[in-house]
């Protein structure tokens, strides 16, 4: 039998914080839309992009105070996540060995 406890209670205060670090992380990721770091820009913006989206998964969707196959299934569609990526980088990267007849 599964058993149901109680659902957990987050304060306000929690929500503001995490909200105001969004905001905050928005403007970061504006500012370094400006700053010229050459082949570093991607990743800078990535990391940014990854510590918004792992702030909205565990606070606004609550992964963070759920049992322990939530996390399995928020983990899973990271690495979902990640394979899509690496299959589409993989792609985009070998488009320049293939040769088009008559260019």
């Not at 969004?22 to 504006?30: K, N, Q, R, Y």
């Not at 606004?60 to 196959?69: A, D, E, I, K």
């Amino acid at each position: 039998m599964i058993e149901h406890s109680e659902p957990h209670i987050v304060p306000k205060k929690t929500y503001y914080i995490v909200f105001a670090t969004l905001m905050i992380l928005l403007f970061v990721t504006v500012a370094m839309a400006f700053v010229p770091l050459g082949p570093f820009n991607i990743y800078v913006a990535m990391a940014i992009a990854i510590t918004k989206a792992v702030l909205v998964v565990l606070y606004f969707m609550h992964v963070r105070y759920s049992n322990r196959l939530i996390w399995v299934a928020a983990g899973a569609g990271f690495v979902w996540l990640v394979i899509l990526l690496a299959f589409t980088l993989a792609d985009y990267s070998s488009r320049g060995w293939i040769k088009v007849p008559g260019k």
